[in-house]
């Protein structure tokens, strides 16, 4: 696989994708050197026996849903770990 940044990946697929932006410009210049994805259903749920970091983490509209059904305060808890 080509290394590429967050930046290179967002700009060359977002129409075909349909990805956006949501944390802001911040570690855009990370460099993505695996090409498998990970969807952190179960690391919501605080399940790491096989999470993969280095992947790129995609949360998808199942993940999103999740997030929504709980407090603030669990949210940021679940997303800081």
Do not use: H, W
Request: net charge positive; with cysteine; charged share 25%.
């Amino acid at each position: 696989m080509t290394e590429l940044t967050i930046q290179e990946f967002v700009s060359s697929t977002s129409k075909e994708l349909s990805l956006k932006l949501v944390a802001g410009q911040k570690g855009t210049e990370r460099i993505i050197r695996v090409s498998e994805i990970n969807r952190p259903g179960l690391a919501l749920a605080a399940y790491f026996e096989y999470f993969r970091p280095e992947r790129v983490q995609v949360f998808g509209q199942g993940e999103c849903s999740y997030l929504q059904t709980l407090d603030n305060a669990r949210r940021i808890d679940i997303l800081i770990r």
